[in-house]
């Protein structure tokens, strides 16, 4: 007997999640914010919780982080799902949609994660890719859209890795048109020139937006992402959600971290202004290509190959980034983090010494 026939294919045929976990001195490989919470919050923090009581189970589904969040976006608070970060709401609502066969649309290249959980469940899966320089194709994603009597459709805006955020038109063409739920993946919309689609969810029963705490609220460690839909539509979601996969320590914390919502919107900005000045230092290396983005992050590329650029980076300057050359349409290219000042200048700076090396 082979304990594998008990498996479903579709997982036996999956390749399993791996993050490269090299130490590095620099890491701008997972989007992550340089800069942790500030001690004396974390002290704050600390010593407030130490005062509740850690052998009782905590709500089955959180409550005091969804009456927040309702207060600050102005949208009712049975709209909100809060969740061990924004992953566990993509299986979350996929499940609850996806069974053998259902159409997925899926805009291409993307986060991996919308495809995993497809896979799995046996989706119909569908492709747009995106154009050369790596936009959405916003025409071929409504027309399949359009064609879609009920299934998922799934974007990231800003999207991860391109970077590249969808318009407000599709969205809303997208929303009158399709008969299948819209999961609009808002992890990077705190870096984004556009506004959030959060408010559309009071209008529109088809949309279910996601956020996180991980990119610019600083709390990756903790694990804390929500997600915003209608309240019909989050009744049903909620029905399949595991209960108590929050830490009752991260709701703790994610409240705290709204009390100091200025701190974290000038860690936005001057991580933009670093994403800037990161993008116009490789541009101005020979053979560099850079692709804008919307997000803390940014896709490049060089004449080498990614996996060369990648290595060297790593075992001569201990700077370690993301090499995307495995996505569909980005046989080239490496996606780097906006860092700290001193990461992102070290980072140019070993960029150019690679390039270099290697006399491109
Ligand atoms: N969505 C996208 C597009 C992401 O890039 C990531 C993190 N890499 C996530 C969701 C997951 O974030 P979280 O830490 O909230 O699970």
């Keep these: 007997m082979d304990v594998r026939d008990n498996f479903r294919k579709s997982v036996l045929d999956l390749a399993p999640y791996a993050v490269s976990g090299h130490p590095a001195k620099i890491k701008l490989n ?36 969804p009456q927040r969040l309702s207060e600050i976006h102005g949208i009712p608070a049975d709209s909100f799902i809060v969740a061990n970060g924004s992953n566990e709401l993509i299986y979350t609502v996929a499940i609850s949609i996806v ?18 959980i497809s896979k799995i469940l046996g989706a119909n899966i569908k492709k747009v890719y995106a154009d050369k320089k790596l936009n959405f194709e916003e025409e071929e994603i409504l027309e399949t859209a359009r064609n879609m009597r009920r ?3 799934i974007i990231g805006s800003p999207n991860n890795p391109t970077g590249k955020s969808i318009s407000r038109g599709l969205i809303v063409e997208l929303l009158k048109s399709t008969g299948a739920i819209v999961l609009l993946d808002e992890a990077y919309i705190e870096f984004s020139d556009k506004p959030s689609a959060v408010e559309l969810v009071k209008s529109n029963k088809n949309l279910v937006i996601l956020r996180t ?21 989050a009744f049903e979601i909620l029905k399949v959600k595991i209960p108590f996969t929050v830490n009752p320590l991260s709701e703790f914390t994610a409240l705290k971290l709204l009390e100091h919502r200025e701190l974290f919107a000038d860690r936005v900005k001057f991580l933009k202004e670093q994403r ?3 993008t116009s230092r490789l541009r101005a290396l020979e053979g560099v290509r850079v692709i804008d983005s919307d997000a803390n992050f940014f896709l490049f590329s060089t004449p080498l190959p990614a996996a060369k650029i990648f290595e060297e980076l790593l075992e001569r300057q201990s700077v ?9 349409m980005l046989e080239k290219y490496l996606r780097v983090n906006a860092g700290s000042e001193e990461e992102s200048e070290y980072f140019v700076n070993s960029m150019q010494k690679c390039l270099e090396r290697l006399s491109v």
């Excluded at 340089?34 to 959180?62: A, G, H, T």
């Excluded at 053998?100 to 995993?116: D, R, S, W």
């Design 30 to 65: 997972q989007n992550e914010s340089p800069f942790d919470i500030p001690e004396s919050l974390k002290k704050e923090i600390i010593d407030e919780f130490v005062c509740k009581s850690w052998n009782r189970y905590p709500e089955v589904f959180s409550v005091a982080l």
């Design 213 to 233: 705490f991980s990119k610019a609220y600083s709390l990756a460690g903790l694990r804390m992402g929500y997600l915003v839909a209608h309240p019909e539509t």
């Design 99 to 116: 069974k053998e066969g259902t159409e997925v649309l899926i805009p291409q290249p993307t986060f991996y994660f919308f495809e995993k």
């Design 151 to 153: 299934g998922l459709v």
């Design 320 to 328: 370690l980034v993301r090499d995307v050359s495995s996505y569909p």
């Design 276 to 278: 800037a000045w990161m």
